[in-house]
């Protein structure tokens, strides 16, 4: 009988700290409401570039990730719930931070090679049109035709420039950055 005791106390204090860690990863439910809601005036607020009310939402959320332990440059979106992606379930965030991180760095060197594929895509070409906001989908349409405008003079300064900007808007609400330019333009 201690041996059992023994061998008892040894798997509990083995998985005790795995399980604190586990449930340190978790939000609680009124915690993921709250964050939920900050994350998501959030969002509005940087369509509208309200930069007070972001900055207040950004402190209200990273209050929540110091109280959780969550890394300051973990994305927002990585720990809400409507994010598509949830922090801490199983994902290697390192490697998603270091390729967004390189994206910079290796998109000149991609851009020559992939700069048609937004034409002949089948059936996934414009799933993006009609998700941006009026303002937003303004904003793209303008960088995309002065895009090809730049492009068919191989203006690659200028280019690059558009490029970031429709990069920007794409962020903010959440369109994969490997989204092809064409398929969120409203027109050709």
């Known amino acids: 009988m201690k041996r059992f005791f023994t061998i008892f106390a040894l798997l509990l204090a083995i998985t005790l700290p795995a399980a604190a860690q586990w ?3 978790r939000l609680s439910e009124d915690d993921q409401r709250r964050f939920d809601s900050y994350y998501s005036r959030w969002q509005d607020y940087r369509r509208t570039n309200n930069r007070e009310q972001i900055s207040s939402m950004e402190n209200r959320m990273q209050d929540i990730y110091r109280h959780y332990g969550i890394p300051a440059d973990t994305p927002y979106g990585r720990v809400a719930s409507n994010g598509n992606r949830g922090w801490g379930r199983d994902r290697d965030w390192d490697r998603d931070r ?3 991180r390189d994206w910079g760095r290796d998109r000149g060197r991609d851009r020559n090679r992939d700069w048609d594929r937004d034409r002949d895509r089948g059936s996934d070409r414009g799933r993006f049109r009609g998700r941006l906001n009026s303002q937003d989908q303004a904003r ?3 960088y995309y035709s002065r895009w090809l405008q730049y492009r068919q003079t ?3 300064s200028e280019m690059a ?4 900007r429709m990069r920007g808007i794409m962020n903010s609400n959440q369109i994969p950055l ?3 330019f064409g398929e969120i333009a409203s027109r050709r």
Do not use: G, I, L, Y
């Open 23 to 25: 449930q340190q990863r």
């Open 98 to 100: 270091d390729r967004d």
């Open 178 to 180: 490997e989204t092809p």
């Open 161 to 164: 420039s558009m490029e970031a």
């Open 140 to 142: 793209f349409d303008s």
């Open 154 to 156: 191989n203006n690659r």
